[in-house]
């Protein structure tokens, strides 16, 4: 008993350590496991994703829903709605930490389930209670060994539904292995039950019925027995009764689920370990290597004496490891389920081995005993150290909490940071982004009707709120970009490095950022390189290798020169509005303008004077065409604050009004706040070079350059300069270099060959006509230019005859193309051909400004023929 409840206190310490100290971060898959339990408080059970079945939603909701009641109970909070919304805008954390709670308890429970199957397989044939089966030695073995496994403990303190899984799955086994000795109808339907719990967890869990078919067959009985059909049907109506619009929207689970196999197959990050990763990796780090290979003994133990429980066991084992790893997404956490059953297998065989030993009359009943302690210390020493660390990392504060903690003491609050690294390992500051994202999913579930109950009630005016510049739109530039430092004004650059994928920032970004910030903090979690982690999980905690001394990535915050920290108001009303016009804005990029209308008329009675409100509107105006309107709000922003994209957003108005003296006003004016961004000076050359000022246009593009040398744009405006200046050499490296970073624009390509061909260099103008002829196939006036080089640059009228066929096909009505075409014939003797191509386009076109042209060439061939 004293044994029992030392193991059981170990396994809790560990688990739970990192939930007592708060450190632990949130991890990215957590969102999902949070959000929609949620939303289910809302009335609707239906979970609106499927990736998962709902059973886990359905329980972590309830939880919630206990814990809204004892609230209630002592007067603490309002509605469900109100209860809901704090802990999705104000405190996620805390429906964070009850779902994480829940798994603490899974896995806790799971320690125990391991002992009672470990007691269970040594029991053998004899009938023993599930407290005699707990306490054996096996019991206790199996317990223990469960207490500090690496995996069990990583895993257990976040909300997931691994730890679920792992307890039913547990549970599942030793129903079926009572099918050895019951025979009875209402096993089989117990069996099948727990089966059905399992897949209504996660699919894979479905794979344990394996466990069910190998008891049957094993007991010899027949595959065609009612008993085993009952068993299956009860755990498919189990399954839809815990999971039920996986049937009653059967077309999107479907769709749904087919999505997830294909991407399992497929893999992630160009890594595939194949189906051997979990098994030599994974299971050797989480139970050490000597009880990993202990483990192995006793398979092939079971297999060569074949003892008919624990190769159910093995069966279960099997079938679960092929359902989580048959795939190339192999995160460490799938196999969770096949952990239990691996070390109820080995403490069987342990105390097994002890018995023969002592029957045998080579050990005495004590020394048998003492064999069996001395062998559990040596195989828990391995994992108990580990496990120790990962306790240890999981209650220590991270890297990214460390960070967290220096920007909210050293960056006012509202201003805008450029996080680069990957969303996965960004540093958990309050954002904007974040709040608008839980904002939309809690009124797409409770509505928007009243927001009044969202606004002060559990706001932490401690809790400064900051803009993160990389999100779903800027995704691509995660890995570091000076251009969005500039165009987002910056004021602070957050970098995250490490060796898993989730963490990579371009090796030339530092230098760049040198010449552009001064770093400022540095946050180190020590020697990771040394450390062992999957690399499929954005989870920082190694799972072997134990040199760093906290978790996380390594961070650098920068300070930009250039940019200053903008404080915005703090109060839950003017963050709510924020959240408004976030929505408005992507209304509007949807196309739905009246429901972008109505968010930004709330967001500005809440917040008159939000800014990014009256920028959304200004871009809806300009975009319907009413630029008269769309500058007066720029101009309002510009009265109430210095605002550098309300300044370019009147220039590009300018722009479209042909008026480039006013744009290279507000130009000018915008690049006094952004010096150093080069889409400023590319705009700005470009209105130079309108009203005529070549030579600044050119100055302003070289500048452009060299604060980004890889800029296509202003490559290609300075090379068309250039050339339309009557300078194609000079012009030729830009205009190259344009179609080298954008190798899909096809205006590039056209203005690379126009140069060519005027620099003397005919055979490469075509081939790069060519390059734009593979990106638009239906352009006319590439064909006409590839034909007329061929023609009469290089005198192959042959090889342009085929494109002035082309182009006469998408252009029949062009005159020039009619003319040069019907001479290539004429040059390669195939009169009639040219005659008739003339006759058919006086024919079709009579009233052609060029039919008298066409009339006196066709005059010509027949006269002289």
């Known amino acids: 008993m004293a044994v029992l409840l030392i193991i059981v206190a170990l396994a809790t310490g560990l688990r739970s350590w990192g939930l007592l100290s708060g450190e632990l971060v949130w991890h990215p898959d957590e969102r999902v496991m949070v959000v929609y339990p949620l939303n289910m408080l809302s009335g609707d059970l239906n979970p609106h994703i499927f990736s998962y079945p709902a059973f886990h939603f359905y329980s972590v909701a309830g939880v919630y829903g206990v814990q809204y009641l004892l609230q209630a109970a002592i007067g603490a909070g309002g509605g469900v709605a109100e209860w809901v919304a704090q802990c999705y805008l104000w405190a996620p954390e805390t429906a964070r930490d009850i779902a994480r709670w829940v798994s603490v308890v899974y896995s806790v429970a799971t320690v125990v389930a391991v002992g009672l199957l470990a007691g269970r397989l040594a029991a053998g044939v004899q009938v023993v209670s599930c407290w005699q089966a707990l306490t054996s030695m096996a019991g206790l073995v199996a317990a223990l060994l469960a207490s500090v496994n690496v995996l069990l403990i990583r895993q257990a303190p976040l909300a997931a539904t691994d730890p679920a899984l792992a307890f039913w799955f ?155 790893c048959w795939g190339n997404v192999v995160f460490a956490r799938y196999v969770l389920p096949v952990v239990p059953l691996q070390l109820a297998l080995l403490a069987d065989g342990i105390v097994r081995g002890s018995r023969y030993l002592e029957i045998s009359g080579r050990l005495s009943q004590r020394s048998a005993q003492v064999l069996i302690c001395a062998v559990t210390t040596l195989l828990v020493v391995q994992p108990g150290y580990g496990a120790w660390h990962v306790a240890r990392l999981q209650g220590s504060q991270d890297t990214r909490s460390a960070a967290r903690d220096w920007v909210e003491r050293h960056v006012p609050p509202g201003s805008t940071l450029c996080n680069f690294g990957g969303w996965a390992g960004d540093t958990q500051l309050n954002t904007f982004e974040h709040l608008w994202w839980r904002f939309t999913r809690y009124t797409r579930a409770f509505g928007e ?123 839950a009303t003017s963050l709510l509005s924020r959240v408004l016009s976030m929505g408005a804005e992507t209304k509007a990029h949807k196309g739905e303008l009246q429901a972008a209308r109505i968010d930004l008329a709330r967001a500005r009675a809440m917040e008159p004077h939000n800014i990014h409100a009256l920028e959304v509107l200004a871009g809806m105006e300009r975009d319907i065409g009413d630029l008269q309107a769309a500058a007066s709000i720029y101009l309002e922003i510009v009265k109430l604050s210095e605002d550098s994209r309300a300044m370019e957003g009147l220039a590009l108005l300018r722009v479209q009004q042909g008026n480039h003296v006013r744009a290279i006003h507000w130009y000018k004016r915008a690049r006094r706040l952004r010096p150093r961004d080069a889409s400023l000076l590319n705009n700005l050359a470009a209105s130079y070079r309108a009203t005529g000022h070549a030579d600044t246009s050119r100055q302003l593009w070289q500048e452009a350059l060299a604060l980004q040398e890889n800029y296509a744009d202003a490559h290609f405006n300075l090379g068309t300069s250039l050339y339309l200046d009557r300078d194609p050499v000079q012009a030729l490296p830009h205009l190259l270099r344009a179609v080298e970073l954008s190798p899909d624009s096809t205006k590039y390509y056209r203005n690379a060959a126009a140069a060519h061909r005027a620099a003397g260099l005919p055979r490469q103008a075509i081939s790069l006509w060519e390059g734009a002829v593979r990106l638009d196939t239906l352009n006319a006036d590439t064909y006409f230019n590839v034909a007329h080089t061929y023609q009469y640059d290089l005198q192959d009228p042959e090889s342009a005859l085929g494109h002035w066929e082309k182009a006469r096909e998408l252009a029949p009505a062009d005159a020039g193309v009619i003319m040069h075409g019907a001479q290539a014939m004429l040059n390669l003797g195939r009169t009639e051909e040219a005659v008739t191509w003339l006759q058919m386009f006086i024919r079709r076109n009579p009233g052609h400004a060029r039919h008298g042209d066409m009339q006196t060439a066709l005059n010509k061939i027949e006269a002289a023929q």
């Not at 297999?303 to 159910?312: D, E, G, M, S």
């Open 449 to 571: 009707r009243n927001l009044e109950h969202l606004t002060e009630r559990g706001f932490d005016r401690d809790s400064p709120y900051y803009f993160y510049a990389v999100g779903t739109i800027t995704e691509d530039q995660a890995k570091g970009s000076i251009p969005l430092i500039h165009a987002r004004e910056c004021s602070h650059v957050i970098l995250h490095e490490h060796p898993l994928p989730y963490s990579q920032i371009d090796t030339l970004l530092r230098q760049r950022l040198k010449e552009e910030a001064r770093q400022v903090a540095t946050f180190d979690p020590g020697h990771v390189q040394a450390s062992t982690f999957d690399p499929m999980d954005a989870y920082y905690i190694p799972l072997a290798g134990w040199a760093v001394s906290t978790a996380g990535p390594r961070i650098e915050v920068w300070d930009v020169d250039n940019h200053r920290s903008q404080v915005n108001a703090q109060s």
């Open 170 to 324: 547990v549970l599942a086994v030793l129903a079926a292995l009572k099918l050895n000795r019951f025979e009875g109808l209402r096993q089989y339907l117990v069996a099948g039950a727990a089966v059905g719990v399992c897949a209504a967890i996660k699919y894979p869990g479905a794979s344990v019925a394996a466990g069910v078919v190998a008891v049957h067959l094993l007991s010899g009985r027949r595959i065609t027995d009612r008993r085993l059909w009952a068993a299956g049907a009860v755990s498919i109506l189990v399954f839809l009764l815990l999971s039920p619009y996986t049937l009653l929207e059967f077309s999107k689970f479907r769709e749904i689920f087919l999505f997830e196999l294909n991407n399992a197959g497929e893999g992630r990050w160009g890594l595939r370990y194949g189906p051997f990763h979990q098994l030599t990796e994974t299971l050797r780090h989480a139970a050490g290597l000597l009880a990993w290979l202990g483990w192995f003994v006793v398979c092939g133990w079971t297999v060569w004496k074949r003892p008919t429980l624990q190769l159910v066991v093995l069966a279960a084992t099997l079938t679960g490891y092929a359902a989580v």
